[in-house]
């Protein structure tokens, strides 16, 4: 398990293999949280390997969690934001920001692409062309309710064939609440004499 503060980032990857033929109502769920708000959901890109027949509009749909309007960040120390956002400033921050300017005061903690039906014409027997792959981050938003070593689950999951087969992926970190212990090195000259 990795270790994970407030404001930590995540990158995910999902790839899922196609059969040849027509899989019927494919459906991709990523939950960073699920029954309290922990993570929330930040950038996502999918790509689709040539045998496969997606429609090329479908687009990913954020959903906001229940309490959004309720969450809100722990009152830590300074020094522990300026430790953080040294570090990511430039990806975290600036995509946080836009994303809490653009939803409205909203945070993201499920989404969903519906894919409907896809074909796979399996002309090209490579691997990656019958895969579609979905890479993803979350973001550490809230520590509210947790304890210091807490498990917490990234999960997706995929429905097809109208809901009838279902796959569930999770990923378990381990939440810290307590400020990073940051490591101060000394700075050391080496002195010549002539």
Known sequence: MTDLYI?????????VAFPAG???????????????TIMAIGAVSMTRGANLDIDPNTKFVYHP????????????????YVVHL??????????????????AYK?????VYNFSDVTNSNT???DSENN?????????????????????WVS?????????????GQVSYTMKTSNPVSQVFPVCCVFTTM
């Open 65 to 80: 969690s229940d309490d959004s309007k309720d969450v809100s960040l722990p009152q830590l120390s300074w020094s522990y």
């Open 7 to 15: 404001g930590s980032k995540v990158a995910f990857t999902l790839t």
């Open 156 to 168: 997706a999951g995929i429905e097809y064939n109208n809901s009838y087969n279902v796959w569930i």
């Open 124 to 126: 090209n027997p490579t």
């Open 86 to 103: 040294i570090s990511f400033l430039m990806s975290t921050f600036i995509f946080l920001f836009n994303l809490y300017l653009q939803s």
């Open 107 to 111: 945070i993201f903690t499920r989404g």
């Open 132 to 152: 579609l792959v979905i890479n993803y981050e979350a973001y550490v938003v809230s520590l509210e309710g947790l304890t210091d070593g807490d498990t917490h």
């Open 22 to 36: 027509v899989t019927n109502e494919v459906i991709v769920e990523i939950l960073p949280s699920t029954n309290v």
